[in-house]
Structure formats: C-alpha cells, structure tokens
C-alpha cells in the first residue's frame, strides 16, 4: 500500500510482514468488513476470527439445523487470500439459543441430554472447519468478574455444573486432534479475575483437560489496564506452560467512566495518548514474543467497531490503527516501526 504524504510517496509497510517473525497478525471481520475492508485485511491481516458469524445462535439456531453460510463465507475468503483463521466460539454464555437447555417437553433439560447437546454441536462444527481452523476459542468468559465464586452463573454450569468446561475441550479435541484450544476472556489482566482465570487454567491442566492456550482478550483504553497488570498476566498464564494469544484487542479512546456523546473525531490528545499507548502495548508484546503467538485486532479500521455501541449506546469511538478511510493512523508507525 501507499500513501501521499507533503507530495511524496510513504510506501506503508504490511504490519503482517512487520511481525512475520514474532506473531500473526489477525482482525476480527464480518460478511460486510470482507467487502467494504477487503483490501485493508489483504495486505495487513494474516489471520481472521468471524466477530459473530460462528457463535452457537448464528450457526445452528434450531437443534439440527445449521446455517454455516456467512461463516462459509469468512472461511472462503480466508482461503482465497492466503489468511489462517482462528474459530471463535464453541460454547459460551451468551448468543447460544435456548433450546440447548430445554427438552422436547418445554422443560429445562437435564444435564445429560445438554452435554450430549454440546457434543453434537462441537463436533459439527469443528469438524466442518477441520481443515481449515486449526485455533479455536472452546470456551469463552466463564468466570465471573468479581465475588467469591470461580464461575459466572450460566445455563451451561446450572445444567452441567463445572465440568462443563473440561467436556467442552474434550469434545473438541476428539473433533479435531490437532487443533489448539483455547480459552478466552476479558479483564484478563485485572488482579482478581486474573488470579481466577489461573486457577481455572491450573486446575483443567491438572486433570489433563486438552487446553492449549489462553486468549486474553485485550479490549483496553489509554490507560487500563497498566503495563505492569499486562506483563504480570503474561507472566502468570505463560507459567502454565499455555500459548498466549491477544484475541480481540483495541484501544478505546474512552475510558470506561467517560460517558460523553458530543464527539464527532477523537480529539488530538486522545490520538497522541492512543499513539503511546499502542507504543506501549507492543513493546510489552514483542518482549513475550517467546508465549504470544498471534494478536488479533477486533476490527480493523475505525469505520466499523463494536465499540461504536459499548458502553454507551450509538457513541462513536475510534480504537484501530486505520482511521475511518482506512489510512495508517499515527499509532500504526509507532506499531509498525520496530
């Protein structure tokens, strides 16, 4: 790609050939950002995660009846354009349709008949991508974010209990032997919840569950969570001998307190603090090259970002490395520019 800059041309380097020998670079997409992005992911994505398009709900939103078109469609263009692509997600709390936890009476079912449920539909799905994705997020924000218990209450644990994590990763081991799974979760680098995401992962390693990774989110701001939180994290997975991926990051502008609507573009000090914070995080990320394997953005460009929408309603927010025109924003040369 280039760019005209002052009546010369700046030759834009491919932030994936830039981290070609540290870790994969990947973004989260859609059946529209393959369209509307295409270029843009070409020459800088190595990686792609469907943002929505292989949840539960999307992919078998009635018991066997599976709509994989739109998630074909990510798989297809991944292929054509040489990409990888890491499958997001097997089983979680939320966009998973009802009736995985009813029986054919309309009652809630019982524990058997669910994980027979999540059986059948990891292994229809792993196993129609088994070619293709060989990274998956089995299990995503299972623990809860603050209190004294391990686990957030959900219909999975309510029906299932606890174990329902370790079957998820058995289920998807026996789908595709070769696969790595991982499991994934936000405000991973929070004291607390750190501490607890660690002890789910000590524990499933203990019983020889088949989990290979951590995926550590990343949806951070210009000033959370602190670089030491991050390295300490890093640190703390990485000591379960795990593969770290960055699964979903992006850097709001906003921080969470911020409730403000009146803003049309991100003001200039909110680009220069986004610019050292992006600094920032990938200097700490090439440090763990060694354990970080792949980072994935949760978008792209500024154009499209669920962010948009979180926490405060039809807000905009500008959290990439491309702007809205799909142009390098300062924090790309401070990413780029090893």
């Known amino acids: 790609m280039e760019q005209r800059r002052q009546d010369q041309i ?15 670079i990947g973004a989260a997409v859609s059946p529209q950002t393959i369209v509307t992005q295409k270029e843009l ?15 539960p709900v999307s992919v078998q939103p009635e018991e066997g009846r599976f709509t994989f078109e739109d998630a074909d469609r990510i798989a297809r263009f991944a292929e054509e354009h040489g990409m990888q692509m890491r499958g997001h997600t097997l089983v979680w709390h ?10 054919g009476q309309g ?20 196993g129609r991508y088994k070619d293709r994705i060989k990274v998956w997020d089995v299990v995503n924000e299972a623990v809860s974010d603050e209190g004294p ?10 029906t299932a209990g606890e174990e329902f994590i370790r079957r998820a990763f058995e289920y998807a081991h026996e789908a595709d032997p070769d696969a790595l799974l991982f499991y994934n979760d936000y405000n991973e680098c929070h004291p607390d919840k750190r501490d607890r995401i660690h002890r789910l ?8 569950t088949p989990v290979h990774g ?7 701001s210009l000033q959370r969570p602190s670089a030491d939180e991050i390295r300490a994290a890093v640190e703390l997975y990485a000591s379960l001998d795990l593969q770290l991926h960055i699964t979903e990051l992006d850097v709001s502008v906003f921080e969470w307190d911020d409730k403000r609507t009146d803003l049309l573009e991100p003001t200039a000090e909110m680009l220069e603090a986004q610019e050292r914070r992006y600094e920032e995080i990938f200097g700490l990320l090439r440090e763990y090259s060694g354990v970080i394997t792949s980072v994935t953005f949760w978008g792209a460009a500024d154009d499209y970002t669920w962010l948009d929408h979180f926490p405060v ?14 142009q390098p924003k300062g924090s790309f040369w401070k990413v780029a520019r090893l």
């Open 94 to 103: 939320n966009q998973t349709p009802d009736w995985m936890f009813v029986d």
């Open 10 to 24: 700046t030759v834009i380097p491919s932030l994936k050939e830039v981290y070609a020998d540290r870790f994969a």
């Open 201 to 208: 992962l000590k524990s499933l390693k203990e019983q020889g």
């Open 214 to 220: 951590m995926g550590m989110q990343g949806h951070w």
């Open 107 to 126: 009652q809630p079912a019982g524990r058997d008949l669910v994980l027979q449920r999540m059986k059948d539909h990891i292994g229809a799905v792993v």
């Open 313 to 326: 309603r039809s807000r905009k927010n500008w959290p990439f490395l491309f702007d809205m025109n799909h």
């Open 149 to 158: 218990q391990l686990l957030r209450p959900s219909k999975w644990l309510e």
């Open 41 to 55: 992911l070409a020459a800088h994505y190595g990686s792609l995660t469907a943002e929505n398009e292989m949840k």
